[in-house]
């Protein structure tokens, strides 16, 4: 545990539900906490914003002690520098946009400010709302601004609990890029409970996976996502996120070139425009869209093709199955995810330590 990490180790018992969990979070980026409704996600956003009184354990924001059961310290909720954003927007309807931003910064004692009220207007791109009250806004707005108002408070935390559920596929897409913005922006850690794959995928930087109240797996995303004995790659849509430079960009062809580690991704120019020379990006890759060869292809449409060597086999689902790579000649590289046929596995021989070429159909630049 470094200086800046976060740290909860709880214990709480219901009547129908058990919470044991003892895990270490980066001090900084977006620490998703993954798993099936029920698993515990947001009784550790509750333990963590201290509004679980009866939870025994430990709760350290960086070298700030929350709550210390074995030392009876406990630090009610409203002395503990956090934001908490709920899955509906929990804006005062007698206050402005304004009002509410305002109300969040006027409850931060002088000393602890470390931002002005103002610091997540550019962020969220809500300058142009001040004025108006909370039932003139649509459900995006309505929950960048709880997100804004939440940074106000110049929290050491932000807890966000399930943000995006309580909003239709266009409000989620309008409010996604801001969150993404905001990642790059942020210089305190978030908590972040989601039981969405794309979220995860898009936001994250290191994932906790939580199961019948307990911790299952946790670790960097690219890891947590490509491993196959895992319920986030377990599923139709396992993914493999790779994070990519851009090193170059054709205007003839309107493609760029993103190094990764084992290889380069060829890119089509995106809606942003042209990516700037050593642009950092995450790059996401669905493992229905890799198929293997045993020999490099010649004459294909498909752009990116790259060797790599198998690590592991495992069944997906009747029929399929989910073949695990390091990419690179050397077999050093990112992981990647590939999913096949069982008759194609068979006819391939691949096992193990097979030396394959990845040819990657579709390659998605979510941040």
Same mark, same amino acid.
Request: a neutral charge.
């Given at each position: 545990?470094?200086?800046?990490?976060?740290?909860? #180790?709880?214990?709480?018992?219901?009547?129908?539900?058990?919470?044991?969990?003892?895990?270490?979070?980066?001090?900084?980026?977006?620490?998703?906490?993954?798993?099936? =409704?029920?698993?515990?996600?947001?009784?550790?956003?509750?333990?963590?914003?201290?509004?679980?009184?009866?939870?025994?354990?430990?709760?350290? +924001?960086?070298?700030?002690? !929350?709550?210390? =059961?074995?030392?009876?310290?406990?630090?009610?909720?409203?002395?503990?520098?956090?934001?908490?954003?709920?899955?509906?927007?929990?804006?005062?309807?007698?206050?402005?946009?304004?009002?509410?931003?305002?109300?969040?910064?006027?409850?931060?004692? @002088?000393?602890? #400010?470390?931002?002005? !009220?103002?610091?997540?207007?550019?962020?969220?791109?809500?300058?142009?709302?001040?004025?108006? !009250?909370?039932?003139?806004? /649509?459900? %995006?707005?309505?929950?960048?601004?709880?997100? @804004?108002?939440?940074? $106000?408070?110049?929290?050491?935390?932000?807890?966000?609990?399930?943000?995006?559920?309580?909003?239709?596929?266009?409000?989620?897409? &309008?409010?996604?890029?801001?969150?993404?913005?905001?990642? &790059?922006?942020?210089?305190?850690? +978030?908590?972040?409970?989601?039981?969405?794959?794309? &979220?995860?995928?898009?936001?994250?930087?290191? +994932? +906790?996976?939580?199961?019948?109240?307990?911790?299952?797996?946790?670790?960097?995303?690219?890891?947590?996502?490509?491993?196959?004995?895992?319920?986030?790659?377990?599923?139709?849509?396992?993914?493999?996120?790779?994070?990519? #430079?851009?090193? %170059?960009?054709?205007? =003839?062809?309107?493609?760029?070139?993103?190094?990764?580690?084992?290889?380069?991704?060829?890119?089509?120019?995106?809606?942003?425009?042209?990516?700037?020379?050593?642009?950092?990006?995450?790059?996401?890759?669905?493992?229905?869209?890799?198929?293997?060869?045993?020999?490099?292809?010649?004459?294909?449409?498909?752009?990116?093709?790259?060797?790599?060597?198998?690590?592991?086999?495992? &069944?997906?689902?009747?029929?399929?199955?989910?073949?695990?790579?390091?990419?690179?000649?050397?077999?050093?590289?990112?992981?990647?995810? /590939?999913?096949?046929?069982?008759? /194609?596995?068979?006819?391939?021989?691949?096992?193990?330590?097979? $030396?394959?070429?990845?040819?990657?159909?579709?390659?998605?630049?979510?941040?």
């Amino acid at each position: 545990m470094t200086a800046n990490d976060l740290q909860l #180790r709880a214990q709480l018992q219901r009547s129908d539900f058990t919470l044991d969990v003892d895990m270490t979070l980066p001090g900084h980026g977006i620490t998703a906490l993954f798993g099936p =409704s029920g698993s515990g996600k947001t009784t550790c956003l509750r333990v963590l914003a201290g509004l679980e009184r009866a939870a025994r354990g430990q709760v350290r +924001v960086g070298d700030a002690t !929350w709550q210390d =059961s074995a030392r009876g310290v406990f630090v009610p909720t409203h002395q503990r520098a956090l934001g908490y954003v709920f899955q509906e927007a929990s804006l005062f309807d007698h206050q402005t946009v304004e009002g509410n931003l305002r109300f969040g910064f006027d409850r931060t004692p @002088a000393t602890l #400010r470390r931002h002005d !009220w103002r610091h997540g207007l550019e962020l969220l791109g809500i300058g142009h709302l001040l004025q108006r !009250w909370p039932h003139q806004l /649509s459900g %995006g707005e309505r929950q960048r601004v709880a997100i @804004a108002r939440a940074l $106000a408070t110049s929290p050491q935390l932000l807890l966000m609990d399930e943000p995006l559920a309580a909003l239709d596929a266009a409000r989620k897409a &309008e409010i996604l890029p801001w969150l993404e913005q905001l990642h &790059e922006a942020l210089d305190v850690p +978030v908590v972040y409970v989601t039981h969405s794959l794309d &979220e995860v995928a898009r936001l994250a930087d290191h +994932v +906790v996976l939580l199961d019948q109240g307990r911790v299952q797996a946790e670790g960097p995303l690219a890891d947590m996502l490509t491993r196959a004995d895992l319920p986030l790659a377990q599923g139709d849509g396992a993914v493999s996120v790779l994070m990519g #430079r851009c090193s %170059g960009f054709s205007p =003839s062809d309107l493609m760029a070139v993103y190094d990764i580690d084992g290889g380069h991704l060829l890119l089509p120019q995106s809606r942003q425009g042209v990516p700037r020379q050593g642009k950092g990006a995450r790059l996401s890759i669905q493992a229905r869209d890799v198929s293997l060869s045993l020999q490099q292809p010649v004459q294909t449409s498909v752009l990116n093709v790259l060797p790599a060597r198998v690590t592991d086999v495992q &069944e997906a689902v009747p029929g399929q199955v989910l073949v695990g790579l390091r990419l690179g000649p050397d077999g050093e590289g990112a992981r990647l995810l /590939s999913r096949i046929s069982r008759l /194609s596995c068979n006819r391939l021989g691949i096992a193990p330590g097979l $030396a394959v070429y990845a040819q990657i159909k579709g390659v998605a630049m979510v941040r």
